[in-house]
């Protein structure tokens, strides 16, 4: 990774910064009523990791999180990947590939049976992105909206 860059663990104060990253994923405000305690959710659970991604003027300009749980099917933990982002601007300059590298470091020494992800089927590039990293498209996934 760049120099100017850093990773470090999310911390709350990071919120405002990481909304504003979820909105541009989505294209949408979320509900920062919502957001906020869902995000208390994530930065205080057991088996849920959040990093972000600083530029050199201390800018969050990209996120990860992680949401582990045991599953009876593997028969262990299994770790999905529920957001990454990396800010328009930043992309394309390896930011995506060190926060990947960093979930699995901290994930290697623990009894982990995979790491899951989910990407939208619009999504092309996020598509080739993750195949590049090693993941393959193993599922399907199915949804029912409320």
Do not use: C
């Amino acid at each position: 990774m760049h120099l100017n860059f850093h990773i470090r663990t999310a911390q709350l104060s990071d919120e405002k910064s990481v909304w504003e990253l979820v909105n541009e994923l989505e294209n949408r405000n979320s509900d920062p009523l919502i957001f906020a305690k869902i995000w208390r959710e994530y930065v205080g659970h057991e088996h849920t990791h959040v990093w972000v991604v600083e530029n050199h003027e201390n800018q969050v300009v990209g996120f990860l999180s992680v949401i582990g749980q045991n599953l009876l099917h593997h028969e262990g933990m299994v770790y999905e990947i529920q957001e990454l982002m990396v800010t328009a601007t930043y992309q394309g300059q390896g930011l995506g590939r060190k926060l990947i590298e960093t979930l699995k470091n901290e994930l290697k020494h623990k009894d982990v049976k995979s790491i899951e992800v989910t990407s939208n089927k619009r999504r092309k590039e996020a598509h080739a992105f993750y195949e590049a990293m090693g993941f393959i498209n193993s599922h399907e996934k199915f949804t029912i909206y409320f």
